[in-house]
């Protein structure tokens, strides 16, 4: 189905639905987690999230913040996805982002894979990369999530290399 409108086209809800960016799966935790340090630490998954091909998808993870007990440590968050079971640590990488102890919003887009709809699992974790402290992540002020919003038909690639 396509979800674009045509001059004096009274569109079905179904297209409108379709035509706005709206959300397709949502996990929050508001526990915090901890305490780990060099390795690589799952904190939250979403599982069985509906994709369809052709459309572009955004995921986000607000509100991640992780605390170390060393002012000047580094820590990394990771993005991972799977399609064939839930998601792992060792599971395909999407994002990554690196702070020092403060939040942290990691946004990705992608494209559903081959012709067919499919679910997704996606996970969200942290490892300290730099220092030598111990890494707690931090669910104060509402929590962090993994947000996973449903962007449209997928108009391919428009940008410019330079």
């Not at 396509?2 to 086209?9: A, H, L, P, R, Y």
């Not at 996990?27 to 509906?50: C, M, Q, S, W, Y």
């Not at 993005?79 to 942290?104: F, G, H, I, W």
């Amino acid at each position: 189905m396509v979800d674009e409108f045509t001059s004096g086209e009274r569109p079905t809800a179904e297209k409108l639905n379709r035509a706005v960016l709206k959300c397709v799966a949502r996990g929050n935790r508001n526990t915090a987690k901890g305490t780990f340090t060099t390795t690589e630490t799952a904190a939250l998954r979403i599982d069985n999230v509906p994709v369809e091909a052709g459309r572009l998808y955004r995921i986000e993870m607000p509100g991640w913040r992780a605390d170390s007990t060393v002012n000047t440590d580094v820590n990394k968050f990771y993005l991972r996805y799977s399609t064939t079971s839930p998601a792992t640590t060792s599971s395909t990488l999407l994002a990554t982002n690196e702070m020092n102890d403060q939040m942290s919003t990691m946004v990705v887009g992608f494209v559903t894979p081959g012709s067919d709809s499919t679910t997704y699992s996606f996970i969200g974790s942290c490892a300290r990369i730099g220092g030598s402290g111990n890494v707690t992540l931090q669910a104060d002020g509402g929590g962090y999530s993994i947000v996973v919003y449903d962007c449209g038909i997928d108009p391919g690639d428009t940008g410019i290399d330079l």
